[in-house]
């Protein structure tokens, strides 16, 4: 056991040495229990301060990580930057409540050893190791102070969850009452990882958009289907992370300013080259099938897009996959009856993918998210417990119900 014990405190020393930087994380010991897709600034989606930036100010953002681990590292993005975001400072504690945090948990973050940094315009870097054991499920507070104009951020606009801002170096405060200011997005923040002295590419990235991102679920209560899946494997003794990286609006073939990157260009940041990822649940197409014709939005976003170019963009996606030895997961598209989405030409649209889906072959595994929502009486429609209300989006039930859907028994 002293061995056992010894050799653990060596390799988690020595994990604690490497130093940050821009290059992708390789296997090293680092797994991903937390990730949110870095997106252009924009108010177009929804209110937030990314397109006016910071300028001496403190954000403190709250996420939650799937897994624990014995050391923690924190990704920061600057990726749509114009220029080199200064960082004053930063820390990670443990989450009280709201903006407070466990004081004796406090701890610095540093690139390098250096308390102030730069991150280079169109960059990603990882923070220097920190001792701080979290558990699964456990919420981190992240604090960045931003004293220099930063210009417009690199942020994830619909988070459903509450980022602070307070005006000033607050990013030591435990109490969160210079916490003033609140918002509904994340900004900077692209990953969190954890070091394991055993590691498995057990960990699974959860792809899509809306849907995957949790839209209609209730804000602040991680009731996202990524979220509902890794309670449900933890419960059935099963743990694995599970990260999010679902953009509200994305589609697989076309880019765009405010509805993100294509899933084909940012298959890389957001999958490959996360650490520790053994599988990924593809959900991604809804938004080129109803956008092709109409649907919610500014006119520029209407470009159409043929089911054979979608089907080229999925394999697409299964090739970038496989190349980096991940199990790919087909999911079918859930109903859209009744959402400004819908017309006959969509509807025939969604049923030629989802057949696609099951049956081509194309995929390691499918899940039949469609088969797990809609409703036997009118399969366009959902169930309507499942339904949150838009005809789109699920509810925290349905959520729940495409993360009873999922086979563990299909993941690497």
């Known amino acids: 056991m002293r061995i056992i014990r010894a050799l653990v405190a ?34 177009t989606m929804s209110p937030n301060w990314s397109a006016e930036g910071f300028s001496n100010h403190t954000l403190r953002q709250v996420i939650r990580v799937s897994q624990g681990g014995a050391a923690t590292r924190v990704r920061l993005t600057n990726r749509y930057g114009a220029a080199p975001l200064a960082i004053a400072g930063a820390t990670i504690a443990l989450t009280d409540t709201g903006a407070n945090i466990r004081p004796d948990t406090l701890r610095p973050l540093t690139i390098g050893g250096a308390a102030q940094f730069r991150i280079p315009a169109g960059a990603d870097l990882a923070t220097d190791p920190v001792p701080l054991p979290v558990a699964p499920f456990q919420s981190l507070t992240i604090t960045l102070h931003l004293a220099e104009p930063t210009g417009p951020a690199t942020h994830h606009a619909q988070a459903l969850a509450t980022t602070y801002r307070a005006t000033g ?208 009486a009118n399969p366009q429609r959902f169930t309507p417990e499942f339904d949150s209300g838009d005809h789109i989006h699920p509810s925290d039930a349905g959520y729940a119900a495409m993360a009873a859907a999922v086979n563990p028994a299909e993941f690497e």
């Open 169 to 376: 170096d607050h990013r030591a405060d435990s109490a969160g009452t210079a916490f003033t200011e609140t918002t509904q997005s994340w900004y900077y923040l692209s990953g969190v990882e954890v070091f394991d002295v055993l590691p498995r590419r057990s960990g699974v990235v959860a792809f899509g958009d809306s849907i995957t991102e949790g839209i209609g679920s209730t804000p602040g209560a991680d009731n996202r289907y990524p979220d509902e899946l890794a309670e449900r494997l933890a419960a059935e003794g099963n743990p694995r992370a599970i990260i999010d990286q679902g953009i509200g609006g994305n589609r697989v073939t076309v880019d765009s300013s405010w509805l993100g990157d294509s899933a084909q260009r940012r298959f890389g940041p957001d999958v490959l080259d996360q650490p520790g990822i053994g599988t990924v649940i593809i959900l991604a197409g809804i938004n080129d099938i109803g956008l092709s014709t109409g649907g919610p939005g500014a006119a520029d976003t209407v470009v159409p897009v043929s089911t054979d170019q979608l089907v080229a963009g999925h394999l697409d996606l299964i090739r970038q996959a496989r190349a980096k030895g991940l199990r790919v997961i087909g999911a079918t598209f859930t109903p859209i009856h009744g959402s400004p989405y819908f017309s006959p030409a969509a509807e025939s649209a969604r049923q030629a993918l989802n057949e696609w889906i099951r049956t081509a072959g194309a995929y390691d595994a499918i899940v039949d998210f469609d088969a797990a929502l809609r409703d036997p």
């Open 10 to 43: 060596a390799l988690l020393l020595l994990a604690l040495a490497v130093t940050a930087h821009a290059a992708p994380v390789q296997e090293s010991g680092w797994t991903a229990v937390w990730a949110t897709s870095a997106q252009m600034p924009s108010k």
